[in-house]
């Protein structure tokens, strides 16, 4: 079945970095979009970075353009969110996602905190 699966989250002073991992089974992994997004309590989820499937094509927020890298190893079937220069606003549960036309997958999700 269709597995997307966080790891590398956890508590990070102001300033610090994090580099998020998301390892993909259950689908052709090269061919999907794929995506992180993240929630802060009381907020509505919102998308973060997004890579295509060809690895070449990636867009970010503009909160985090600058910091933020997005990157994919298909032969791995992971996808990576290198998180630099944190700020407290950061802070949410991070989550995985996989796109193609109708198919749409996520995962579980990992908490970012950022402490000031």
């Known amino acids: 079945q269709v597995q997307l699966v966080e790891s590398g989250g956890g508590l990070v002073q102001a300033g610090g970095s994090l580099r998020l991992s998301c390892a993909a089974s259950g689908f052709t992994f090269s061919s999907y979009a794929m995506s992180w997004y993240r929630q802060a309590p009381g907020k509505e989820r919102e998308l973060v970075a997004l890579?295509?499937?060809?690895?070449?094509?990636?867009n970010y927020a503009d909160s985090v353009k600058g910091r933020f890298t997005i990157s994919r190893d298909n032969a791995k079937k992971s996808v990576y969110l290198r998180m630099n220069s944190l700020k407290p606003e950061d802070t949410a549960v991070y989550y995985c996602n996989a796109r193609r036309s109708s198919d749409d997958y996520w995962g579980q999700g990992t908490q970012v905190t950022v402490s000031s």
């Open positions: 890579i295509r499937s060809s690895g070449y094509s990636t």
